[in-house]
């Protein structure tokens, strides 16, 4: 039962191009998104994060968009830099859980192609 | 920049033994994560853990887990038992609220 779903395994973008992530949930219950970003024998390192009362966060060049109707988030990273590639997981927590266990994606690769 | 820190970053052993991760997590943090990543597979949660005990643990997460928090520093992640498919990458992560900020995993392989 895959509660969030990242239906691209892989991406490749021009470097100085826009990248754009994308992410579906299924679980209504879900009230806060986080970005991360994983290179190989590291672990998660946290992007970004938004609550579902917002549709737009931006932290310098990643901006992350939530459509709730549609159960949807997107992350946009401008302009891509090689520095970028990386493995990015989508994550959603349902805060009113008692827990604030992460629920992740399987994740996008990202190549970034100077 | 304070990080969570793991040791070991490898630990292999062999099938039935018992292994003992260990975790110093970010100091002024308040919820205290164990997250484990089989090879190809997502990243998948195991237990939270807050004011001192657990506050939710997952189906993965059976007797043969147990955590603790032993000073105001440490914390580990025990597995009585070792199976095969207990090999995986094992990260511990910790939070002030929602962001949890993870460690550089354990790799576990167990023979």
């Known amino acids: 039962d895959q509660q969030v779903k990242q239906n691209s395994p892989s991406l490749s973008v021009q470097e100085g191009r826009i990248s754009i992530l994308n992410c579906d949930y299924t679980?209504?219950?879900?009230?806060?998104f986080l970005w991360y970003k994983k290179y190989p024998a590291e672990g998660p390192t946290f992007l970004i994060s938004?609550?579902?009362?917002?549709d737009k966060n931006e932290d310098g060049r990643f901006t992350v968009f939530l459509n709730k109707s549609a159960k949807h988030l997107s992350l946009h990273i401008v302009p891509s830099q090689p520095g970028d590639s990386a493995v990015y997981f989508c994550?959603?927590?349902?805060?009113?859980?008692?827990?604030?266990?992460?629920?992740f994606g399987k994740g996008t690769k990202l190549s970034v192609i100077p | 920049e304070p990080e969570v820190t793991q040791t070991p970053s490898h630990q292999v052993t062999q099938m039935g033994q018992e292994v003992i991760l260990r975790c110093v997590p970010i100091?002024?943090?308040?919820?205290f994560y164990w997250y484990r990543q089989i090879l190809g597979q997502k990243v998948e949660f195991l237990v939270s853990?807050?004011?001192?005990?657990?506050?939710?643990k997952s189906e993965i997460f059976d007797d043969q887990f147990s955590v603790e928090r032993p000073d105001g520093s440490n914390f580990t992640l025990k597995i009585r038992s070792t199976k095969l498919e207990d090999s995986a990458m094992y990260f511990c992560?910790?939070?002030?609220?929602?962001?949890?900020?993870f460690g550089p995993g354990t790799r576990l392989t167990v023979t």
């Open positions: 938004i609550s579902s009362i917002k």
């Open positions: 100091s002024n943090h308040l919820y």
């Open positions: 992560a910790s939070s002030p609220v929602y962001e949890q900020y």
């Open positions: 853990f807050y004011n001192n005990e657990i506050s939710e």
């Open positions: 679980n209504s219950m879900f009230d806060y």
């Open positions: 994550a959603a927590i349902d805060t009113g859980a008692g827990s604030y266990q992460l629920t």
